[in-house]
DNA sequence: ACATGAATATTGGAT
DNA sequence: ATCCAATTTTCATGT
């Protein structure tokens, strides 16, 4: 819901925008104008007076946007205060995080519109499909994997990390598993190494052996795997998601 | 600069909006509404009858946004193809991509605002202290890290991974370097781990030290490296913005 | 298009 | 608060 809209605001106004909204924490803030941006902390950026839009939301979040893509030019997750001066002809919004030490200002030039909106926060958001989802279903159906599995353990805390799923297969070795949702790299080749090796150091009487767990697998991955002795799963990606969602009856499934 | 501005939108109204923008990509596009969303592809996600707000950008990408955090609720990087349909009582906005193949559905259903505004690309912007300085800051002064040492590569490939940095101790011995910006983790010790181990392969007559170059490191990562044989070293990170960037003459700074 | 790795990653969860 | 791992990671870059 609209709650405040100005076009073309003198610094003036916009101080005034400011002062009604910045602490009172309801409303979604947003001005677009051409703007400098400078963010030291972390790292240190500025971007040149070009044109921006500037959301602040209720939870003291910031995100600056440019005319491309999803990520904000400069943002800031939280913040401890956000404060608003004047300087020369313009108004400067400063936005400072504590710990790590960050501070983001923007110098509105050329405010061409500043509004507020409420925007109720929302609950009954539902994901599906994350790896906790894959883990969950791989458990129950651990012959989906191969044969004779027994899981042992999920979530097995280890010096190195922990392992997704441990498991004894129908010969009575050991298997550690990696699971990844998404096309599995090198990265994922390593920490199932990682993982294998250390239990091997725990038990070096034992077989082990180690699988990834993956829908799919990059070439340079699936060589190293081989190398290392390693086992390549594939597992058809959760099957409910391929299906084409516009269909009517998935949409609700999707809630079920 | 606002191009088109309306409160409250009739499911027809906001059709007429989108046909007048959608195909144009000129304009941001954002829609406040009572909205529920549906996301299948990567993953499967649904948000039921909430308020959110929605924006398109020009080059396609969507986002959709809660009264909380930076990260939207839903979005895509990338589109191939946005459309609206009047369905029953109210519009809904399909976002399609093909590859990965993902969609998303809005149904806008009680519209409380409707905009269009141009933001003129920018393309001044810098960032300063990502890893990249942070290589070419040590490279140009090895010393920093140990006393006589001489650097023989950057971003050296080996089949698993690129080499940050690849030198020669005073004694004659190799080195590879692993650089972090932040502090490093266990992720951290294991890739360079690697990385001294393959290098090893390849000359086993070789000594070789792997140092861990970073700001800081977490307690279990440096007692893996201990346990490793491989080294920390640390350095001072970025100190030009250490140094609060609200004063005077750093601003300048950042962009000499 | 595929693969890789950084990121001011952000976020959530466990310790 | 610290640490770790997932993420619809996104994004840039190299091949």
Partial sequence: MLVDHIVSPSPEDLQAFFDSHIHRRECVLQVLAASEIMYSGRAASMAEAGEFLTIIKPDGSLQVHGAKGVKPVNWQPKTNDIF??????HLVLTAERY???EIVRISFLEPALAQAFEIQE???FVLMGSEADM?????????????GLIILDEELPTSVG??????????????????KRNKATQEAV???ARYVQKIHQQMPKRDIRGFLVAPDITNPAMKELNLLG????????LPEFETNV????LFEGLMA
């Fill in 84 to 89: 608003v001066m004047q300087e020369a002809d």
């Fill in 122 to 124: 929302d609950h009954s």
């Fill in 230 to 237: 390693l086992e390549f799963k594939q597992i058809t990606a």
């Fill in 162 to 179: 922990d392992i997704d799923l441990y498991a004894q297969d129908a010969q009575g070795n050991l298997v550690v598993m990696e699971l």
């Fill in 246 to 249: 516009s269909q009517p009856g």
């Fill in 99 to 101: 710990s790590p030490n």
């Fill in 190 to 192: 390593h920490q199932l």
């Fill in 135 to 147: 883990q969950k279903s791989l458990k129950a159906n651990p012959e989906s994997i191969e044969e």
